[in-house]
């Protein structure tokens, strides 16, 4: 057997190794073989155009909260509104409902109401002919 290599088993070497990346060192790594290792931020390094002082970030924070309790304060009351106006509705239609049982009761006692008067006549027609 020869020594040499054959060109066909150096050539898949090479393209296994190419393939094989190192390993990267203890940093920000994305896992992707073809993105840059990165270096944490250094604030003190940005330019100037790009930085925010403390108070100006602070300031932000505390306007951003602001408007998401003022957000937060629209929503409740218009959950309120609506649930208001829920509460009515089904007030409204207990109201109608109590209405009409009532006027049922009422229809139901007046026939009964008739049927003892016409009874009563009747009786006394019975009695009036003997």
Do not use: F
């Not at 020869?2 to 094989?20: C, F, I």
């Not at 207990?94 to 229809?107: F, H, N, S």
């Not at 006692?109 to 049927?115: F, G, N, T």
């Amino acid at each position: 057997m020869s020594a040499a290599k054959s060109p066909s088993a150096t050539l898949a070497e090479a393209t296994t190794a190419a393939a094989m990346p190192e390993p990267a060192p203890l940093s920000r790594v994305s896992g992707k073989q073809w993105k840059a290792a990165r270096k944490p931020t250094n604030r003190s390094m940005m330019a100037k155009s790009l930085s925010k002082s403390y108070e100006k970030r602070i300031r932000e924070a505390r306007d951003l909260k602001a408007v998401k309790h003022a957000e937060a304060e629209l929503k409740e009351e218009k959950r309120a509104e609506k649930e208001e106006h829920r509460n009515r509705i089904v007030e409204r239609k207990k109201k109608y409902e109590e209405k009409l049982r009532q006027e049922r009761y009422q229809a139901e006692m007046s026939a009964r109401k008739r049927m003892r008067v016409k009874r009563k006549e009747l009786k006394a027609r019975a009695h009036a002919k003997h």
